[in-house]
């Protein structure tokens, strides 16, 4: 009985000293210091501090957000840059507003989680439900853009990528507004994008999404069971040929609520002693300084340890569900709008237009490229009760056009042969598409899809060669 007792008592120690740790190791941010020499980026940014952090996941202004506030108020830093992943998965923006409002001079990347939210990354960059850009843009979103910093001689290229997790970086594009004579930072999300920014020559990236690992452990789990190659950059700097990059642990959490043995930071860095044999020789980076700033303790901090309601958080309020009348999506809310995957250059809005049911139809506003339309976030998974899949298509141009529907069941995953595709042409005005639900089979496998567990609905325009604008309404089970 003694010993047990003992066991008890000692398992109940080990927890406290394990919270204890979990909470210094969450709230406490490292604020470092860098100092790099012999870079091609030191005359134009001598004497110039750089801050950098990234992958906020802000889910309210809390203890730690207003610390890191007052930390780039005290570093009085020339430039901040923004790493990406501003909201915690599927989150809210309103916090994120809040705590960008003040930045000056500030630019930013978007991250992976920023397009689980599509239909608030928007309002970053736009008047709320318009299409107007906000007057003044601060912090500037780089999407596969390049603006120079400084002037002639002594400008530096910043190239902003979009978020390479989703694959929607393009280094490429990014460059073709580039001076190539000038030397180049730049900021992505994921380090998953070093291979080609060492192959275009790129002096500095910056970047984050790895959170150092959040956990201790991370580190030992990589290619056994965390497969992520970009978790071979977990944190720190990264030298491959004339390109230094920087792989920031962020500020926030992903997934767990809390962090053991990797703490938050902020990254400053300052550039001195540009190389006489540029091309040659690497840069050196130096660490001038480091601290730790807990951020404070409090039992609303303790409480967010522990919770894990973030992993099952919706941008919508509901479930959509078939109404009586077999109604997926009739658009007469702006609540419906929130299951749209909200893009830059892609817009939708409700219009009085072109409508076949209620008072709105949905228009469409569609940029150039592969694969432009909707993928709804969320759909009823039962069709089983109804015959026919039906939506109303309005086409305001004498051109017509292909619309794509894709339908994926349980078993489909993202494979071509598993998944239902069919084109259907677009004419001048009002089109009807109906499928009759028992013709939705595989595109190669021999099966059926199963009705009861429908998990995707995408509408798209295979390869958009122009800016379209169209109606879509009452889309529907029959």
Not at 133 to 151: D, I, V
Not at 224 to 241: C, E, H, N, T, V
Not at 409 to 427: H, P, Q, T, V
Request: glycine content about 8%; hydrophobic content about 35%.
């Amino acid at each position: 009985m003694k010993y047990l007792r003992f066991l008890i008592a000692a398992i109940l120690i080990l927890v406290l000293i394990t919270v204890g740790k979990i909470y210094h190791d969450t709230y406490t941010i490292e604020v470092l210091h860098y100092r790099i020499e012999n870079s091609r980026l030191a005359d134009a940014l001598t004497g110039k501090k750089v801050a950098f952090l990234s992958d906020l996941h802000i889910k309210e202004i809390g203890s730690r957000e207003r610390e890191v506030l007052s930390i780039l108020k005290n570093e009085k830093p020339d430039y901040v840059f923004l790493g990406g992943d501003y909201i915690s998965f599927r989150g809210n923006y309103e916090p994120v507003f809040d705590f960008l409002s003040d930045m000056q001079r500030t630019y930013a990347v978007l991250g992976n989680t920023d397009y689980s939210n599509e239909s608030g990354n928007c309002l970053l960059c736009h008047e709320k439900n318009s299409r107007d850009l906000k007057k003044h843009r601060t912090p500037m979103f780089l999407r596969n853009t390049c603006l120079l910093m400084g002037q002639g001689e002594n400008g530096v290229n910043l190239l902003g990528l979009d978020d390479p997790v989703n694959k929607k970086s393009d280094i490429s594009g990014a460059l073709r507004g580039c001076n190539r004579s000038a030397p180049a930072i730049l900021l992505a999300h994921s380090p998953e994008i070093f291979e080609e920014a060492v192959q275009q020559g790129i002096d500095l990236v910056l970047c984050g999404h790895n959170h150092g690992g959040q956990i201790f452990l991370t580190k030992f789990l990589h290619g056994r069971i965390l497969i992520d190659p970009s978790l071979r950059y977990l944190k720190g700097f990264y030298q491959k040929g004339n390109t230094l990059m920087y792989v920031g642990r962020g500020v926030g959490n992903s997934f767990l609520p809390f962090r053991l043995g990797v703490k938050p930071e902020i990254a400053f860095f300052e550039f001195a002693g540009k190389s006489e044999s540029v091309g040659i020789r690497s840069q050196e980076v130096f660490n001038t300084e480091t601290k730790e700033i807990i951020s404070g303790y409090s039992w609303e901090n303790l409480m967010e340890l522990f919770d894990f309601s973030n992993l099952y958080a919706k941008p919508y309020k509901t479930k959509h569900c078939i109404s009586p009348a077999g109604k997926l999506f009739d658009f007469e809310s702006e609540e419906e709008l929130l299951y749209l995957n909200w893009e830059c250059h892609k817009w939708f809005e409700m219009s009085k237009e072109h409508v076949t049911s209620g008072k709105h139809s949905l228009q469409v506003t569609l940029p150039t490229g592969k694969y432009q339309g909707i993928h709804f976030k969320d759909i009823e998974k039962d069709w089983s009760a109804h015959r026919h899949f039906v939506v109303d298509v309005f086409n305001p141009d004498k051109e017509s056009f292909i619309f794509h529907i894709r339908i994926d069941d349980k078993k489909s995953g993202w494979e071509y042969a598993n998944r239902f595709d069919k084109n259907f042409l677009i004419k001048n005005g009002m089109n009807r598409i109906s499928i009759p639900l028992d013709s939705l089979k595989a595109n190669i496998a021999e099966r059926k899809l199963d009705l009861s567990r429908i998990e995707r609905l995408m509408l798209f325009i295979p390869r958009n060669d122009k800016k379209r604008t169209f109606h879509i309404d009452n889309i529907r089970l029959e």
